[in-house]
């Protein structure tokens, strides 16, 4: 199998094809860092540049096309503009895209594709949103097909899917605590599947996947990342990377794995925390500076074992489940600045959830 990748960012979805066998062929990604870091990793993937200046039909036919879309407008954290936002209404040209390349292949390629995006497109524009999401997809199957909104009062839910006579799409909200990295990050993850009725096999069925366990819920007016039940709302720390709508949500209980200081990294300042003994914590006297390439602000902090530091960039690589120094240098061997690293991290995926989907494809005709 063969998959392009839009918005493609640093590679999360080519990285993660690569790991089910399937062959990455070409990326559309706009940012300079990114496109250096996959132009590292993948030296043989095409860059296509600015998707609205892409066209379907003279580009490689591929059998799976991938796009996060800009998720800034529609984040319970961002405007909330919705698909209207500037950035978020980019979505239409990755369906432009498809639809073109469809006609041109006589409705061959791509024969499946995968959107992700934040759990708050649920819930803009009353619901609006992502209805038009779906509905989108489902007309690049079936022209003319209409999808009606569920009730207000019970709003889209973090599961489902839609059959057509010959296709099926389904999503599906995974949240990377449960797969396998010890941060909380909930997304939509949706599959459709323009030639068969077994979207839903990819998300659903039960078997082949080691973290498999996730219980479907409603979909609300949820933050990026839900309170891990059992830990109480003080324990749940945010970490903005430098973006408004993504960030990187720690697990407290499980993240204390990844915070091993040594004077290679370059950190911040280890400040000592003092705790009451009811889980309110107040800052006590500063401990020694540690070297750093960058300046430092407080939301770029964890707080761990009554001590607050900032995240490395190795780190962020580990939560998202990036492989160590993934981000670190560039194509032409130049380090990457740690602050586009963290940037680029935040609006990334996390690895194992897409792994998950990429193999579960991979296995079907």
């Known amino acids: 199998m063969t998959l392009g990748s839009l918005f493609d960012g640093i590679g999360g979805f080519p990285l993660s094809a690569v790991m089910a066998g ?14 250096s870091i996959t132009k590292r990793h993948f030296p043989d993937m095409r860059h296509l540049g600015d998707i609205t200046k892409i066209n379907g039909a003279d580009i490689e036919p591929v059998d799976i096309i991938t796009f996060g879309s800009p998720c800034q407008d529609l984040s319970i954290s961002g405007h909330r503009a919705g698909l209207e936002g500037e950035r978020s209404g980019l979505f239409m040209e990755a369906t432009r895209v498809i639809k073109e390349m469809r006609v041109a292949t006589n409705r061959t390629y791509p024969a499946r594709i995968v959107w992700e995006n934040v759990p708050g497109a649920f819930s803009t524009n009353s619901g609006r949103d992502f209805q038009t999401v779906i509905q989108e997809i489902a007309k690049i199957a079936e022209t003319g097909v209409s999808i009606p909104r569920p009730p207000k009062k019970s709003g889209w839910l973090a599961a489902g899917g839609i059959m057509g006579d010959s296709w099926s799409l389904a999503w599906r909200v995974l949240d990377a605590q449960y797969w396998g990295v010890p941060q909380r990050r909930r997304r939509i993850f949706l599959v459709a599947d323009f030639g068969s009725r077994n979207a839903g096999e ?11 366990n996730q219980a479907g819920e409603n979909a609300g007016e949820d933050t990026a990342g839900n309170s891990y039940k059992g ?3 003080h324990s749940q720390f945010t970490v903005d990377v430098g973006h408004s709508t993504d960030r990187i949500q720690i697990h407290p209980e499980l993240a204390v794995t990844l915070h091993t200081l040594n004077t290679a990294d370059h950190q911040a300042v280890d400040v000592p925390f003092i705790c009451n003994g009811f889980g309110d914590y107040k800052q006590g006297s500063v401990g020694r500076t540690i070297l750093s390439r960058d300046d430092f ?6 707080v761990r074992n009554y001590s607050v530091r900032r995240l490395t960039p190795l780190e962020c690589e580990r939560l998202q489940g990036y492989p160590d120094g993934w981000t670190e240098y560039g194509h032409d061997n130049k380090r990457i600045p740690d602050s586009q690293r963290y940037i680029a991290l935040g609006n990334s995926v996390a690895i194992p959830c897409v792994e998950f989907i990429m193999k579960r494809l991979s296995k079907q005709k």
């Open 22 to 35: 399937i062959k990455p062929v070409w990326a559309s990604e706009i940012e300079a860092a990114p496109i």
């Open 297 to 302: 602000t407080t939301s770029d902090l964890i």
């Open 202 to 212: 990819v998300l659903f069925k039960q078997g082949g996947g080691a973290r498999d």
């Open 231 to 233: 830990v109480k709302q």
